[in-house]
Antibody, heavy 123, light 107 residues
């Protein structure tokens, strides 16, 4: 059974940092591109970042470029999101999602998602 | 960026009703359109991919159609477990973008 479990969320002050993790199981993690998608309170889904299976290609939404860094450790079946210079509008539930297609290619399908981890940016 | 506009934003319906949700892209996205169901506090669930392909394990009352810029998700006979928020998602280009969501509520 495919499972994605996010962790690392919490309350952080504006300008602070946080590192999210996503532990994957039930599939060959090293074969899949992975994504981070977020949902701000009362808002819809927003794609944040994606990374190909071997970390060769990485993509970011303009809203987080230069502040967030996606990474993965295929030996540990884990995906990460390092979030720096956090702002109030980064407050959201952050989901990791598996992609059937190579990140950056047309036709992405987010076929499995975790339940999310809440990040709250507030003073 | 490609803008995705869903309509309606919310919808009240009864068990057994046929429901259609539409999604319009600001430019052509070929057939690169997916639909997800999302219930509060849970992981989003893939329903339909590439416009009309039913994800494994998803009931056949869900179907999708469209091409180019206009797409629809249809639920043929609403069941109690279908009350949720539905999102379309274009994967024609990066950044991938989602519609704003359609909240389906019980009448």
């Amino acid at each position: 059974e495919v499972q994605l479990v996010e962790s690392g969320g919490g309350l952080v002050k504006p300008g602070g940092s946080l590192r999210l993790s996503c532990a994957a199981s039930g599939f060959i993690f090293s074969s899949y591109s992975m994504n981070w998608v977020r949902q701000a309170p009362g808002k819809g889904l927003e794609w944040v970042s994606s990374m190909t299976s071997s970390s060769t290609y990485i993509y970011y939404a303009d809203s987080v470029k230069g502040r967030f860094t996606i990474s993965r450790d295929n030996a540990k079946n884990s995906l990460y999101l390092q979030m720096n210079s956090l702002r109030a509008d980064d407050t959201a539930v952050y989901y990791c999602a598996r992609d059937r297609v190579a990140a950056g290619s047309p036709g992405s399908v987010f076929d499995y998602w975790g339940q999310g981890t809440l990040v709250t940016v507030s003073s | 960026d490609i803008q995705m506009t869903q309509s309606p934003s919310s919808l009240s319906a009864s068990v057994g009703d046929r429901v259609t949700i539409t999604c319009r892209a600001s430019q052509t996205i070929s057939s690169y359109l997916n639909w997800y169901q999302h219930k509060a506090g849970k992981a989003p669930n893939l329903l339909i991919y590439a416009t009309s392909n039913l994800q494994s394990g998803v009931p056949s009352r869900f179907s999708g159609s469209g091409s180019g810029t206009d797409f629809t998700l249809t639920i043929s006979s609403l069941q109690p477990e279908d009350f949720a928020t539905y999102y379309c998602h274009q994967s024609y280009s990066t950044p991938n973008t989602f519609g704003q969501g359609t909240k389906l509520e019980i009448k």
